[in-house]
């Protein structure tokens, strides 16, 4: 009997959390206090960042949060950008806030990430929440790990006991992803096993997988003989091609060569409409938190 | 062929570091400085807890670190313990310390740990340190998973690109160990499957690892059948069995039932000599690494 792939839903699980939240926000201020807020700190003028905090922005606007955007030229100083994540860390009024990845050459990210209070990190970057994700304490999860967490959850589909290969072993999104897919949790209690550029028998360790999550940052990478029948395969990657039949010129795919694998999984996200959307999700639900100081008194 | 199995010399590589670090708190204490200062602290009589203080006092008096051992009643308050640590967080003659674990109930064992200061966490428990691991940067490592990093550097063992099943997914071994044995590092980059409790197919999944770090806290769990041939397997087991035939009453045995596992692998750790010598020798090294503001200025 073929197998029916049922597509993961990313825009309608995005578009019902923040529905969601919404209902939260409309609550904090019938009750006379202020929304949560998120800043964005961006740096320079990358176009990846400008669309992701543009879109960010968006996001807010839709649940009713308070957002801002602080810009600084590609210019600027390591330590006035410490100024300013030092400035946040301390405004009363800001609840979570992100510095936007990349930063230019010469201003050094770890030592940004890490003068960000953990407890308004809501991107889930710095080391106090890395850690206490790997010892499964309560915390910021980076966003696009728990935004494929959610389209797992959401879609009711299990993971306990089931067999995991994560494809890239990325900070962003490979390593943790494949921390959090292996935690006594729900969603997790899967065999993890990660994947990377000295992996050998690629193809083999995938086609053994239950849950194939690719984050592998090559287009198509993962084609249908790497895929076993029924497997649920969650794509990571995004990149621009250039399409002359489309009217911007390009179109958006992702590392999953979404035609042919489709035939052979029981669900699949797809690329775009899939995990991208849930990662601005994940943000929104973290600033919430961090309003309501879930995680951290 | 037959494989002849080699028995990793815990033992051996063990003393060879711990003359190594003696030579060098020599060089420092000719220089007229004063040596490396651990500090230990205690919470209530547990046996296992006082054997590992003692064997850590022991292998700081043999590389002539100061060693010190702040002990405290079971009955000691959290506030107490808290201002404990901060006393050592600001004791500029002490480099490192660790707060044995376990600690009785009633003390939050979190709470506890992320209150040291992370530049004197030679544990390597904190989660600043356990996620700056998690992101390939310098850090304290924690104790044991570093000393099966070292049993596989010295015994000349390649890791890149090989299968890699880690049995067991504690904070303090199997879930760290997972993640330096597929970070981009040498010995790392390996293939790593993290295997636990909700697993399904363990025996399917053991028998195709190249490395195999048992680490499941189960007697002689890893069978030869388990076990492929020619692989490399490394025992984090730990337990006391009753034995008549020996004066103590009891024995030491491991995860790996060694005598018939040895028959088919090429590498292996022995239980006792292997993975605990090393695990004393890691906080040695952390602790002279603080000293020397290495990973932290």
Request: glycine share 8%.
């Amino acid at each position: 009997m073929p197998v029916l792939p049922k597509i993961i839903e990313g825009k309608f699980i995005a578009d019902t959390i923040k529905d969601e939240i919404a209902v939260e926000v409309r609550k904090i201020i019938a009750s006379g206090k202020r929304p949560p807020h998120l800043v964005a700190v961006l740096v320079g003028m990358d176009p990846a960042s400008e669309s992701y905090v543009s879109g960010k922005e968006k996001a807010c606007k839709q649940v009713g949060f308070i957002s801002s955007v602080y810009r600084y030229p590609e210019g600027i100083s390591q330590e006035k950008l410490l100024e300013v994540v030092n400035f946040l860390n301390n405004d009363e009024e800001v609840d979570g806030f992100i510095v936007q990845l990349p930063l230019p050459e010469g201003l050094r990210e770890d030592v940004i990430i890490e003068s960000i209070d953990y407890r308004k990190d809501v991107d889930g970057f710095h080391p106090a929440n890395a850690g206490r994700m790997m010892k499964n304490l309560p915390c910021f999860l980076p966003a696009t790990p728990m935004g494929i967490l959610t389209l797992l959850e959401r879609s009711n589909i299990d993971t306990e006991g089931k067999n995991c290969v994560v494809l890239g072993r990325s900070n962003i999104v490979g390593t943790p992803v494949s921390i959090l897919m292996g935690r006594k949790a729900k969603p997790g209690n899967s065999t993890v096993t990660l994947c990377h550029s000295k992996t050998k028998n690629i193809t083999e360790i995938c086609s053994r997988a239950d849950i194939l999550i690719a984050a592998i940052g090559q287009p198509h990478f993962v084609k249908a003989d790497m895929v076993k029948e029924g497997a649920v395969v969650i794509d990571v990657g995004i990149h621009r091609i250039p399409d002359n039949t489309s009217p911007k010129g390009y179109k958006i795919i992702g590392d999953v060569a979404f035609d042919e694998v489709m035939k052979k999984c029981s669900f699949i996200s797809p690329v775009p409409g899939g995990v991208g959307l849930l990662t601005i999700v994940s943000l929104l639900q973290n600033t919430l938190k961090a309003y309501r100081k879930e995680i951290y008194p």
